[in-house]
């Protein structure tokens, strides 16, 4: 796991620290507003939370926040939920998103991949008259501020338009990727009642054509709100009846016209997975959003006009709104609508090659997968330009950290970040003073007072607790949508200790400052009292070469007694025979605990996920408790039902 006196896997030089935005702003920030100039990110941070308000003035001042009304102060009331930040100001994302295109008219704000990895240029002259075109059609047709509008749309640069475009008239963004089928995209729009659809015929992934224009007519059917559906022919086919065409709303060359909204305006609307219901409408706003990634990107992600980022992602996750958050900072991003995998397992690092990519973001399972599947990217790419790899989703196990500096560079920046759609930020992650550990996580966000807490609300050092933020950030929720008293925003997250946001991780906060994640407390494994994170046996299990993917669950069952069985799904070729099985206790024994070696192990034709790629736990703990599948589960939210199929005839024969 961690230890205390563990050597760094990387160290920035003192160059690198010299040079890094946060450094800049420290030192700025302790002549202006009293930050502290000794004592390193440790001292800044500190300063951040205790002086929350001052911090976040500064953090406005420093990347020059346009209020055209001024705010009354920074923070009118500070409780949670409820916060009230920025009281009188008004402001607009799109404007903020856009500002570079004064002084970089023909260089990319945009680069557009598809699976042929061909990089295709957006200028930001072309991007700013695209949004000024479509945000005065939008205006004709009668959007107003408050009303929303929708994408079913793939990681393309008129997803990126139609987001901007609706923030600079007020309205409010939603997107689905188009992978999500009719039902996953109903329980989501139905909800915030659209206005306008933005839509593909289709899409290509893994070198296959995928027509959506049946799913797009039920949508349309469905969503009895809409005034206008906009058609972009991804495949090339013409718009169906009664649609309007992009190319005709996006060809005038037009100023854009931002409207000036409250800072607490709603921005989005984005979904929890919706596992075991509804999925969650969660809104964020306009001006929450804006400095919360101004900070998280220009700060901890050290991103400016000489950057490029790419996040390999889908419209689908709030990593497709931070992504696009990018422009904020003038950094170039990188859109890549495809498969992860495609042609091989190296495409990721393909595309980084191609787009000269400064950030490379993906997920943890893509390492690992890299790493299973004898990927070399150092060798087989030209990755010269790639400064910081910075990975979610999950943990990154320790042996993700030792392959990507083995395999990538031994000088390079490993930023394990984890954070929450909630937020639509990091809670921690990513610092580039910092040095980096095998299996941690570099340090809590500035601003964000991140402890880890035991079941009385006692802070824990050094030991696993609750996720925690004692203090309001900007982009938590302003609130759920069709929550009209507050409750299920409140029960989400300020059930257990009132007034303390609860992310429901288990996270240890290490007497360094750096931060562990352990996996999902709702999931926890609690074996004779001694608990542990599902994460932790992933990481240890899928060392195993070959386990392609396991689940583990814990069941309490009736006669007091706990059921904890590990479900495998292995690499083609692979057998689940003595020998394998002796070799996955004897590793759960060794590395974690004698008490958390599993009751059975259970080969399993796959892991069922949610859309946006993470295993469902709890789902399936519902289903082998003898919960009926319609109510242990959200259909629309899984990747493949089918594989529920296993787990419920599993619980009929268990009884």
């Not at 030089?13 to 702003?25: K, N």
């Not at 824990?460 to 900007?474: A, F, S």
């Amino acid at each position: 796991m961690t230890s205390a006196n563990a050597t760094p896997l990387w160290q920035p030089d003192a160059d690198r620290i010299a040079r890094a935005q946060i450094t800049r702003f420290q030192t700025w920030a302790a002549e202006h507003h009293g930050a502290p100039s000794e004592g390193g990110y440790a001292a800044l941070h500190r300063w951040s939370v205790d002086e929350l308000d001052t911090f976040w003035k500064a953090v406005t001042e420093w990347f020059d926040v346009r209020f055209s009304t001024p705010p009354t102060r920074v923070l009118g009331s500070r409780a949670m939920p409820g916060a009230e930040w920025f009281p009188g100001a008004t402001l607009n994302y799109a404007e903020h998103a856009l500002r570079a295109a004064a002084t970089r008219a023909g260089e990319p704000a945009l680069l557009a991949v598809d699976e042929t990895h061909e990089p295709r240029p957006v200028t930001w002259s072309e991007l700013r008259s695209q949004v000024g075109s479509l945000a005065a059609e939008l205006r004709a047709l009668g959007v107003r501020p408050g009303d929303r509008v929708s994408g079913y749309l793939p990681n393309i640069p008129q997803a990126v338009v139609a987001l901007l475009a609706t923030a600079a008239v007020g309205g409010v963004w939603t997107s689905c990727a188009p992978d999500f089928g009719a039902r996953s995209v109903l329980d989501r729009f139905q909800q915030v009642e659209p206005v306008v659809l933005f839509t593909v015929d289709g899409y290509r992934y893994g070198g296959k054509e995928h027509d959506r224009r049946e799913t797009v007519a039920e949508l349309r059917r469905e969503l009895p709100t809409l005034r206008a559906v906009v058609h972009i022919p991804l495949l090339g086919t013409d718009a169906p009846e009664g649609a309007l065409e992009w190319s005709a709303l996006t060809s005038a060359d037009v100023e854009p016209v931002f409207e000036q909204v409250p800072f607490d305006h709603p921005l989005w609307v984005l979904y929890s997975s919706g596992t075991t219901g509804l999925p969650k409408a969660i809104v964020q706003s306009q001006g929450g959003i804006l400095i919360e990634h101004l900070k998280q990107l220009g700060l901890h992600c050290d991103l400016g006009p000489g950057d490029r980022f790419f996040w390999y992602t889908s419209t689908g996750w709030m990593m497709w709104n931070f992504l696009v958050s990018g422009l904020l900072t003038g950094t170039t991003i990188v859109l890549y609508d495809g498969s992860p995998g495609h042609p091989d397992t190296g495409a990721q690092w393909r595309v980084a090659e191609r787009t000269g990519a400064t950030l490379f973001g993906t997920s943890a399972a893509y390492v690992m997968a890299c790493r299973k599947a004898g990927v070399h990217p150092a060798r087989d790419y030209d990755l010269g330009r790639v400064q910081c790899v910075a990975t979610t989703g999950s943990p990154l196990p320790p042996d993700g950290f030792g392959w990507l500096h083995d395999e990538v560079r031994d000088d390079l920046w490993i930023a394990s970040v984890s954070g929450g759609t909630d937020v639509c930020s990091c809670f921690a992650g990513a610092v580039p003073t910092l040095p980096v550990y095998i299996g941690e996580l570099q340090a809590p966000g500035l601003g964000t007072d991140l402890q880890s807490w035991d079941p009385a609300g006692k802070p824990l050092t050094d030991e696993v607790g609750e996720l925690v933020v004692t203090n309001p950030m900007p982009s938590m929720p302003i609130r759920f949508w069709n929550d009209p008293d507050g409750s299920r925003y409140h029960d989400s997250y300020f059930d257990m200790y009132p007034d303390v946001w609860r992310h429901g991780d288990w996270i240890t906060l290490t007497s360094r400052g750096s931060v562990v994640i352990h996996g999902r407390s709702d999931s926890t494994l609690n074996r004779q009292g001694v608990r542990m994170g599902s994460a932790d046996i992933y990481e240890a299990v899928e060392r195993l070469p070959e386990i392609k993917e396991s689940l583990v669950i814990g069941i309490e069952q009736s006669d007091g007694g706990y059921w904890m069985p590990l479900f495998v799904h292995l690499v083609p070729g692979a057998v689940l025979d003595d020998a394998l099985l002796t070799r996955i206790k004897q590793t759960i024994r060794d590395q974690l605990s004698p008490r958390h070696v599993p009751d059975e192990i259970i080969e399993v034709p796959g892991i069922p996920h949610t859309l946006t790629g993470k295993r469902i736990e709890v789902p399936v703990k519902r289903l082998l408790q003898g919960t009926p599948l319609e109510k242990a589960v959200n259909p629309g939210s899984i990747d493949n039902l089918d594989l529920l199929h296993f787990y419920e005839d599993l619980a009929r024969k268990r009884g």
